[in-house]
């Protein structure tokens, strides 16, 4: 067992990773290792699961067993000496990286190090990157910061030129099929689905392959594509995602943030102040910070969405274009029924019309107008 097993095709930066842990523990004496760096990849590419391997096997005796205690929490999200920023919201403000700074400086409490992970770094806001800056550029000695973004243009040019780089690439279909096998009790009919249809996201290659849930939103969300008769099923299809969207936030955030409520209730409890001498404005700022979660839970479902239906109009060029191998093989015959409807060109505007969506989508634009304006566009 070995943290590096969540990685899924990408030996490569496996090995790099190693490379670089084996400088820092000692093994290179000719090449230090570098206090900060940007891990880069597609959604689903498992940058995010890179940097948390990276920071267990640094703090790990055995350079990333998997099983002792140093790995475990880093794994877990609890060690002391290790802390995962996710952002929230849209962006990641000053205010947040500031307070970033102030812990990262702080002396480890059990290991060697201490390690700052920050996820989705292209939403770092300008003042926060200018914030950043220095200190990537001149780190404490114990510490580590790992920044994780889709690709090096979606970071500032001053942040990126100052950390060293780390490229993961798609995960092939195959290999995502082997993962499953051997991390899922599924069979292999539906292991080759799921890595199918997940176009390369290994969380949504598992979270398809083991929740009947998802699969059924899944070939809810696939329907409209072939359903779009005039502007009122457009206006309905619109609706329809973001309802689909709205729900599964919900469903994916209620318990977490009913239990970060108590928790707070809890702790004011237990320190003999009432709510009102101080956990009023605390509770307001968790609430703010629940919606904005939220928020940003119902895009990223829209954009899963609009992913699954650009499967379908991929699939329908496919077989317009003489191919034969589809994504979507229980809806072959819709794939091709639609297919004889339309012309390879149409096909090809309506895959632009969804990459322009989600990218209005991650502009912050409104979810409603914009989806209406893309299912008219799909018509």
Not at 45 to 50: D, L, T
Not at 227 to 251: G, H, M, P, R, V
């Amino acid at each position: 067992m070995s943290v590096f097993d969540s990685l899924v095709g990408q030996s490569e930066v496996v090995e790099r990773l190693k490379s670089a842990i084996s400088s820092a523990k000692g093994g290179s004496s000719s090449q230090k290792m570098a206090n900060s760096w940007l891990l880069v990849g597609p959604a689903g590419s498992g940058r995010s699961n890179a940097a948390v391997a990276f920071a267990a096997s640094l703090l790990c005796s055995e350079s990333g067993c998997g099983k002792c205690r140093d790995c475990q929490t880093v794994l877990s999200g609890t060690h002391i000496d290790v802390e995962r920023f996710n952002p929230t919201g849209l962006s990641i403000k000053a205010e947040e990286v500031r307070e970033l700074i102030a812990r990262s400086a702080w002396s480890p409490s059990v290991g060697g190090w201490r390690i700052v992970i920050i996820e989705d770094a292209d939403r770092l806001t300008e003042s926060a990157a200018n914030a950043l800056l220095r200190t990537i550029e001149e780190p404490e000695t114990h510490t580590l910061w790992l920044l994780c973004a889709p690709t090096l243009g979606d970071v500032s040019v001053t942040i990126r030129s100052r950390c060293r780089h780390l490229q993961l690439r798609t995960p092939s279909t195959a290999s995502i099929e082997e993962f499953l096998l051997s991390n899922t009790s599924i069979d292999s009919k539906a292991a080759a689905f799921a890595a199918r249809v997940s176009q390369g996201h290994i969380g949504r290659a598992r979270f398809i392959a083991t929740n009947q849930e998802a699969r059924s939103r899944r070939e809810e969300v696939l329907s409209l594509a072939f359903s779009l008769t005039d502007i009122d099923s457009c206006f309905k299809a619109a609706s329809k995602i973001l309802d689909i969207a709205q729900n599964q936030a919900e469903s994916e955030n209620s318990e977490r943030d009913s239990q970060q409520m108590k928790q707070l209730q809890d702790a004011y409890q237990g320190t003999g102040r009432s709510l009102i001498s101080g956990g009023a404005r605390a509770i307001k700022d968790l609430e703010r910070g629940q919606r904005s979660s939220t928020t940003r839970s119902v895009r990223d479902n829209i954009d899963s969405a609009l992913l699954d239906i650009a499967t379908f109009y991929r699939d329908v060029l496919v077989i317009q274009s003489g191919g034969e191998e589809i994504l979507n093989i229980d809806l072959r015959t819709e794939v091709n029924e639609f297919a004889k409807t339309s012309s390879p060109k149409r096909s090809i505007e309506r895959i632009e019309a969804l990459l322009e969506a989600r990218m209005n989508l991650g502009r912050n634009s409104a979810p409603l107008s914009t989806l209406e304006a893309l299912f008219c566009a799909l018509k």
